[in-house]
């Protein structure tokens, strides 16, 4: 009966609050001058490989190799060996001694460091913007000229150790894992990134060669600058630096991957808090669903117990988990792929408390999207993403980012202003539509770690899934 009544009031608190209203109280700085958007250009070079380009006036300048690679482009017995390559790409090279790459790279003041996701991989560096060329030599030789030294190997394998002890002792990613484990159940995305101990014993100099030379084809990069350099002189130097590789395999089969219901849990009653997750398959980065789901994320948004906001509290779904006391934190995601994506809410729990409440306002939520979605929301969800957006491109090191990754799903970049007026154009009868079509009526997956005994039952939260509407 409480969970009827509190979710009721905030449905007539969504109701009465008109379009007018929303607007006045989240309003996105419309009367400011509009930022002013850097211009941004791509082209492939002849081996194939893409280069997109961003001139800036920052007194420093940020270039990113990304590639098409990771547990997606993996199998059962060479899992984790893309995010091992990370720590022997900057450990040397045959024609660039490991002591001396790194005393001129801190003379010239580069960073480097790298990152793996299931879908693609990124080796990213940041230095003085003169400078940009040397980053760009650097990153090229980490195709075509890495040492992978027995000595550098070993250390390596014993960082990687360290690193696999740390993912097991973290509840989020582990559950993270569990949830790809089980709703990707026999596909190559249910594989974590870090794979295993037992195939870290695997991996050796022949394993890392033979991966770069199958995995890292120049049809399958993509190199993004941004820096004060035109685009020309950008391709020149990507042209010296990565124009000898050239294509030396056919390209891998690229296995669909298919979304499972599942419910996977790993009881540990010594744990103080439960970390559980509910989510639904979700539409790829190339769909049309992609930016109402982006709306849908916001509209959920995200809490914690230490906000201590009371009744003000916005969106519903927050303020019903404050003055329930449902949980300690909550997070909506949307994790999108090339062709297939995961949508959901991922929250923390005391060990004592029961989590019938908030499973039930979780699914009560989703049932209230794909029906009495409403203006002010949806408004309020396209302001959050509006800053959300500008945040993400704020900076030539997350604008180098938003390049590559937009360049590997889509072939060409949308720039911020283009990304402002797609967010505007969602109407909350698109959010019904894809809410009822991806929501309703579905098999969700599961997945939870720690004390969680009192987490429901796989089958209520399935039957809580559709409301009799007739």
């Known amino acids: 009966m409480w969970k009827r009544s509190v979710h009721r009031g905030v449905l007539g608190i969504h109701r009465h609050l008109s379009s007018k209203d929303a607007s006045a109280i989240f309003y996105f700085g419309s009367t400011q001058q509009p930022p002013v958007i850097p211009p941004c250009c791509w082209s492939v070079i002849p081996n194939g490989i893409r280069v997109i380009t961003e001139q800036t006036c920052s007194p420093f300048a940020c270039a990113a190799l990304f590639c098409e690679t990771g547990p997606r482009y993996e199998h059962t017995l060479n899992n984790g060996v893309s995010h091992f390559l990370e720590f022997v790409a900057y450990k040397g090279f045959c024609r660039y001694q490991k002591t001396s790459f790194?005393?001129?790279?801190?003379?010239?003041?580069?960073r480097f460091w790298a990152k793996t996701t299931r879908e693609w991989q990124a080796f990213m560096g940041t230095c003085p913007t003169e400078n940009a060329g040397d980053v760009i030599n650097v990153l090229a030789r980490i195709m075509n000229d890495l040492q992978l030294d027995d000595c550098e190997l070993a250390i390596a394998r014993a960082q990687y150790t360290h690193m696999l002890h740390d993912v097991d002792n973290d509840p989020r990613g582990l559950v993270f894992d569990f949830l790809h484990e089980g709703a990707f159940q026999g596909t190559p995305l249910g594989f974590s990134v870090a794979g295993s101990s037992g195939n870290l014993n695997l991996i050796c100099r022949e394993t890392l060669r033979h991966h770069l030379h199958k995995q890292y084809q120049p049809y399958r990069l993509v190199v993004a600058v941004s820096?004060?350099?035109?685009?020309?002189?950008?391709?020149?130097?990507?042209?010296?630096?990565?124009?000898?590789?050239?294509q030396t395999c056919a390209d891998p089969v690229y296995w669909p991957c298919r979304f499972c219901g599942s419910d996977v849990r790993f009881?540990?009653?010594s744990m103080g808090f439960a970390h559980s997750i509910i989510a639904i398959e979700a539409p790829g980065y190339r769909t049309k669903d992609y930016m109402t789901f982006k709306i849908m994320e916001a509209m959920l948004g995200t809490w914690h117990i230490s906000r201590g906001q009371g009744l003000g509290t916005w969106p519903g779904l927050a303020f019903c988990s404050e003055i329930g006391k449902l949980c300690v934190s909550f997070e909506t995601f949307y994790i999108p792929y090339r062709d297939i994506g995961l949508f959901g809410v991922y929250y923390v729990v005391r060990k004592e408390a029961d989590q019938d409440d908030m499973v039930a306002m979780i699914t009560n939520f989703w049932k209230h999207l794909s029906i009495l979605t409403v203006s002010p929301e949806v408004e309020y969800a396209q302001n959050v993403l509006k800053l959300k957006f500008a945040k993400e491109v704020n900076g030539c090191i997350n604008s180098c980012m938003d390049m590559g990754v937009q360049m590997l799903y889509t072939g060409w970049r949308r720039n911020l202003e283009e990304t402002c007026l797609e967010v505007e154009s969602i109407k909350p009868h698109a959010v019904k539509e894809a809410a009822k079509h991806y929501f309703y009526d579905r098999c969700p997956a599961v997945a939870a770690i720690g004390p969680v005994e009192s987490l429901t039952d796989y089958t209520r939260i399935r039957a809580g899934m559709f409301w009799l509407r007739y």
């Open 102 to 110: 790194l005393s001129y790279m801190e003379s010239i003041g580069a």
């Open 267 to 269: 009881r540990d009653d």
């Open 227 to 246: 820096s004060m350099f035109n685009h020309h002189d950008v391709v020149c130097m990507v042209q010296n630096d990565f124009g000898c590789l050239m």
